[in-house]
């Protein structure tokens, strides 16, 4: 059993933010920027980037997701701080197509988050969830000596973890983050949430991990791009 209250092994509304994602099957981090077109609706475009990132743990939360293709997300989580100090409990399952995940709010450097670095992180992939959870746990041990600041991470590489056989066998990066850089939280405050995020009219939240369409790559599968540590982070990256 691991921190979040589920396994994160590898296996055989609210105010609506925009969106970082992680692709489980590419090893690869995106942002996805949105923007209306001339007939009312809305056009998405997806963005690598190398995940470079204030993260807010202070307020991650947990639960069960559901991220159906063609079809709105459905997000049921509550904070993880009070299932830690037993003031509240993991949220009922809704359905058999949600599964264990979670929901945090990042905000990317400056280099890589576009017009809005304020980014909503919603991932079942456990590939990602492992990763996720060696970092939150490092942040657990290292943060009482960091008051009122958050943790800068960084990926600095992606795992292939291969499982299944034959035509059943897929292949998935699983990304190991590591904390650079402590930062004052500045203006990465609490969103005000409710248990499933809204979107804009004809938007679609693109699932993170099992199910998400991979990149483009004229139909060959190509290897994760390697990522470089960054030595020295500063404020000014966030400013």
């Known amino acids: 059993m691991s921190v979040f209250g589920f396994s994160t092994e590898p296996s055989s509304g609210g105010d609506w933010l925009p969106i970082a994602t992680y692709d489980a099957r590419a090893g690869r981090f995106f942002r996805i920027d949105r923007s209306q077109d001339g007939s009312g609706g809305w056009d998405s475009e ?27 997300p459905s997000i049921v989580v509550v904070p993880l701080e009070g299932i830690t100090k037993g003031t509240s409990k993991m949220p009922d399952r809704p359905s058999e197509l949600h599964k264990n995940g979670i929901r945090m709010v990042v905000k990317l450097a400056k280099d890589i988050g576009g017009e809005k670095p304020f980014r909503e992180m919603a991932s ?58 402590w ?22 939240h693109p699932s993170n991990g099992s199910g998400a369409a991979a990149p483009a790559t004229g139909g060959q599968r190509v290897s994760p791009p390697a990522q470089q540590p960054q030595q020295t982070v500063s404020a000014d990256d966030f400013g």
């Open 46 to 72: 997806k963005v690598d980037i190398a995940f470079k990132a204030m993260v807010d743990f202070d307020n991650i939360e947990v639960g069960w997701l559901n991220f159906t293709p063609g079809q709105a």
């Open 124 to 181: 079942s992939a456990k590939a990602f969830l492992g990763g996720i959870e060696a970092a939150y746990n490092q942040y657990l041990a290292e943060r009482a000596g960091h008051p009122g600041q958050l943790p800068v991470l960084i990926c600095e590489k992606t795992t292939p973890i291969t499982t299944g056989t034959g035509k059943n066998q897929s292949t998935n990066y699983a990304p190991t983050f590591k904390i650079v850089a």
């Open 183 to 204: 930062l004052p939280r500045g203006d990465l405050q609490p969103q005000p949430r409710g248990a499933n995020p809204t979107q804009p009219a004809g938007g679609s």
